[in-house]
């Protein structure tokens, strides 16, 4: 279980750093993430995919190298 919840939160941590060409892919791979990341830490996955939707199109649109 241990190693279950570890390989989660690499996949959640690699899923983070993609960002999407578009607004749409942005808000989709981060809300995965979000999910992921808000199951591997008991808490609501509808909370982390809006979160995560959120922090992901927002981090994707200040940073100039994110394409």
């Known amino acids: ?3 279950s919840k ?3 939160a690499v996949a959640t941590c690699t899923s983070l750093a993609a960002c999407g ?8 791979l981060g809300g ?3 999910a992921l990341g808000a199951a591997v830490l008991n808490a609501d996955p509808f909370v982390g ?3 995560g939707a959120a922090g992901n199109v ?3 649109k200040t940073q100039r190298n994110c394409y």
Do not use: I, K, N, Y
């Open 6 to 8: 570890f390989f989660l």
């Open 32 to 34: 995965g993430a979000g």
């Open 1 to 3: 279980m241990r190693f």
């Open 58 to 60: 927002l981090f994707c």
């Open 49 to 51: 995919a809006a979160v």
């Open 21 to 28: 060409d578009s607004t749409g892919e942005q808000a989709l």
